[in-house]
């Protein structure tokens, strides 16, 4: 009697904890997010995203965030054209730990450098979209708003 007792217990403990491991495995997943940013006139609505994504979150250590940008949004982040108010928030949202990726491909296009952008950018060597595709591969939740 005590045998199918034990046996009947451990039958409905089992799948529980096969249900509540996947929802815990997908966690570290969750807090990390990659925006996409092409269209220049989007530039500030994105930041503002951002910042309150990591404000939402309960700060810049609870999620991980990168912004990967190309094409004409690129031209915001040009240190020769960016207003102070740029700047300020790019250098605050990069202290906050946002990793900024330019694309290559928009780089060349627009004929800039990494030193003709707002100081706390990367290159994404291979270009935006592949970098995109490489941080959602890495569990990243894209986000294109």
């Known amino acids: 009697m005590l045998r199918r007792t034990l046996l009947q217990l451990a039958c409905v403990t089992v799948p529980m904890v096969r249900i509540v491991e996947p929802a815990r495995a997908a966690t570290p997943d969750a807090a990390k997010v990659v925006y996409h940013l092409a269209d220049l006139d989007k530039v500030d609505f994105v930041l503002g995203n951002i910042r309150n994504?990591?404000?939402?979150?309960?700060?810049?250590?609870?999620?991980?965030?990168?912004?990967?940008?190309?094409?004409?949004?690129?031209?915001?982040?040009?240190?020769?054209?960016?207003?102070?108010?740029?700047?300020?928030?790019t250098d605050e949202l990069s202290k906050s730990g946002l990793q900024l990726n330019a694309c290559i491909n928009s780089m060349r296009a627009q004929n800039v450098t990494l030193t003709d952008l707002l100081p706390g950018f990367i290159v994404a060597d291979k270009g935006g979209v592949v970098r995109l595709a490489e941080l959602q591969g890495q569990g990243y939740a894209y986000l294109r708003p």
């Open 53 to 89: 994504h990591f404000s939402g979150m309960g700060g810049p250590d609870k999620v991980t965030i990168a912004l990967v940008v190309h094409g004409p949004a690129l031209k915001a982040f040009h240190s020769a054209e960016a207003s102070p108010d740029m700047s300020k928030r």
